[in-house]
């Protein structure tokens, strides 16, 4: 073994480390020195020696031996303050040794959103794509519009952009975005139908289901509106609402005149059984209304208009059990 690193040993195990250094530099042996120190972690003093070695070769200080590379110090200090818990310190030197993935792993798990916003502005699509992707990802997972969108307009990922509006119910943006990239339009309908059933806003729901290509989602909303009404006593309604489901079964039959495809068929079934519940709860509406209201102009026109409600019911209704009516 070279005598000066057992002479540097022996100096640093009585604790006598800047002594130790003049040792091993003394002997051009910077990169033991570097170690000695890295290894008690003497950070400022590891980066010093690796830059004096630096100033001796030059090529060292970054790309030399790994211990004389300033990087290699630093992402080593970055690793033993993670391990201690310190994520924030860690990044901060992650990014100083341009281990940007690291950082900005570190950063999201923080939720440190203004730092991540920092790093992606600073970064170059062209070399980093991965890196400013993953910011995107942390800004969408806290749900921050404002910088998810930076990012992805940085990208110049439109449909990543147009999924992040759908995502955070950015509808006017999500809207304004089709409109100037018509081939996303397809991607709208559907999830603004979902959003709009699910704040009660049925009517408009309805209608985005239908330009969804989905007239099936589109009937289950009236529907629920029927079974509603029928639950609160509004069978007029309920009429209303079964005429607008036969209307929308009669759409669906390609061929009225000649009913050989199944679906075509089934349409119509459909169509009519709707219909004839349609009539029903339209006419017990006003038995019902006779029931239950307190007021009303008795004449036998009124009477007449009743028993004939009541005999229709009876003379249609055949083995049906409509909710509420029987």
């Given at each position: 073994?070279?005598?000066?690193?057992?002479?540097?040993?022996?100096?640093?195990?009585?604790?006598?480390?800047?002594?130790?250094?003049?040792?091993l530099?003394?002997?051009?042996?910077?990169?033991?020195?570097?170690?000695?120190?890295?290894?008690?972690?003497?950070?400022e003093?590891?980066?010093?020696?690796?830059?004096?070695?630096?100033?001796?070769?030059?090529?060292?200080?970054?790309?030399?031996?790994?211990?004389?590379?300033?990087?290699?110090?630093?992402?080593?200090?970055?690793?033993?303050?993670?391990?201690?818990?310190?994520?924030?310190?860690?990044?901060?030197?992650?990014?100083?040794?341009?281990?940007?993935?690291?950082?900005?792993?570190?950063?999201?798990?923080?939720?440190?959103?203004?730092?991540?916003?920092?790093?992606?502005?600073?970064?170059?699509?062209?070399?980093?794509?991965?890196?400013?992707?993953?910011?995107?990802?942390?800004?969408?997972?806290?749900?921050?519009?404002?910088?998810?969108?930076?990012?992805?307009?940085?990208?110049?990922?439109?449909?990543?952009?147009?999924?992040?509006?759908?995502?955070?119910n950015?509808?006017?943006?999500?809207?304004?975005?089709?409109?100037?990239?018509?081939?996303?339009?397809?991607?709208?309908?559907?999830?603004?139908?979902?959003?709009?059933?699910?704040?009660?806003?049925?009517?408009?729901?309805?209608?985005?289901?239908?330009?969804?290509?989905?007239?099936?989602?589109?009937?289950?909303?009236?529907?629920?509106?029927?079974?509603?009404?029928?639950?609160?006593?509004?069978?007029?309604?309920a009429?209303?609402?079964?005429?607008l489901?036969?209307?929308?079964?009669?759409?669906?039959?390609k061929?009225?005149?000649?009913?050989?495809?199944?679906?075509?068929?089934?349409?119509?079934?459909?169509?009519?059984?709707y219909?004839?519940?349609?009539?029903?709860?339209?006419?017990?509406?006003?038995?019902?209304?006779?029931?239950?209201e307190?007021?009303?102009?008795?004449t036998?026109?009124?009477?007449?208009?009743?028993?004939?409600?009541?005999?229709?019911?009876?003379g249609?209704?055949?083995?049906?059990?409509?909710?509420?009516?029987?």
């Amino acid at each position: 073994m070279n005598e000066a690193v057992i002479q540097a040993e022996i100096l640093a195990y009585q604790s006598k480390f800047r002594e130790a250094e003049n040792v091993l530099v003394k002997a051009g042996l910077f990169e033991k020195a570097v170690e000695m120190y890295t290894e008690i972690k003497r950070w400022e003093d590891s980066k010093r020696v690796a830059a004096m070695a630096g100033k001796v070769a030059p090529t060292q200080s970054r790309t030399g031996p790994t211990n004389l590379n300033v990087d290699h110090i630093l992402e080593r200090q970055a690793r033993s303050l993670e391990e201690t818990g310190d994520y924030a310190a860690a990044a901060g030197i992650y990014l100083e040794c341009r281990k940007y993935r690291k950082a900005i792993e570190l950063y999201g798990q923080l939720g440190s959103l203004d730092q991540l916003i920092d790093i992606c502005r600073s970064l170059d699509k062209s070399d980093n794509l991965e890196s400013i992707q993953l910011c995107a990802h942390y800004f969408m997972k806290k749900k921050h519009h404002q910088y998810a969108k930076e990012a992805y307009l940085k990208l110049g990922d439109l449909k990543a952009l147009m999924v992040m509006h759908i995502e955070l119910n950015r509808w006017d943006e999500a809207f304004m975005l089709a409109k100037q990239n018509p081939e996303f339009k397809k991607m709208i309908h559907a999830p603004y139908a979902e959003y709009l059933e699910k704040n009660d806003r049925f009517e408009e729901a309805q209608r985005e289901y239908k330009l969804a290509g989905r007239p099936d989602l589109s009937m289950r909303i009236v529907e629920k509106l029927s079974i509603n009404a029928i639950g609160e006593f509004r069978f007029k309604e309920a009429g209303t609402y079964y005429w607008l489901l036969a209307l929308e079964n009669l759409q669906q039959v390609k061929n009225a005149k000649n009913l050989v495809e199944l679906a075509d068929n089934k349409a119509m079934a459909k169509y009519h059984e709707y219909s004839l519940l349609a009539d029903l709860y339209y006419a017990y509406s006003i038995i019902h209304s006779y029931i239950e209201e307190p007021f009303h102009n008795i004449t036998e026109a009124y009477f007449l208009k009743i028993f004939n409600a009541c005999r229709f019911i009876l003379g249609r209704i055949g083995t049906r059990s409509p909710v509420g009516v029987i």
